[in-house]
């Protein structure tokens, strides 16, 4: 079992930048890949980004790729995605999640989830 607990929406104008984190406890660490997926009213949920347990490999969804950043601290049991020049496009609820590789994440394998922090971009 993993438990994971999302921190860092809010507000944000756009053009703004934000920081969310997920604290992750249970299974070990560093035997999982982590990532973030989001989901806006009225559209499917979609995949964000994903890392593997190393740190080594990230993948991106084509929509956040260069301005989004994913990073794992494997000895705070955390995972951070910086967001970089944030539009009304990127407003949604963001979910951390685990998985057994970040590839297989990008196709949308999913273990765990956490129960989601809302991320408003106004313009």
């Known amino acids: 079992q993993v438990q994971l607990v999302e921190s860092g929406g809010g507000l944000v104008q756009a053009g703004g930048s934000l920081t969310l984190s997920c604290a992750a406890s249970?299974?070990?660490?560093?035997?999982?890949?982590m990532g973030w997926f989001r989901h806006a009213p009225g559209k499917e949920y979609e995949f964000v980004a994903a890392?593997?347990?190393?740190?080594?490999?990230?993948y991106y969804a084509d929509s956040v790729k260069g301005r989004f950043a994913i990073s794992r601290d494997n000895a705070e049991n955390t995972v951070y995605l910086q967001m970089n020049s944030l539009n009304a496009e990127d407003t949604a609820t963001y979910y951390c999640?685990?998985?057994?590789?970040?590839?297989?994440?990008?196709?949308?394998?999913?273990?765990?989830w956490g129960k989601g922090t809302l991320v408003t971009v106004s313009s």
């Open positions: 999640a685990s998985g057994p590789t970040a590839q297989a994440m990008g196709g949308g394998r999913v273990d765990y």
């Open positions: 249970g299974r070990t660490f560093t035997t999982y890949a």
């Open positions: 890392i593997s347990w190393s740190g080594d490999r990230a």
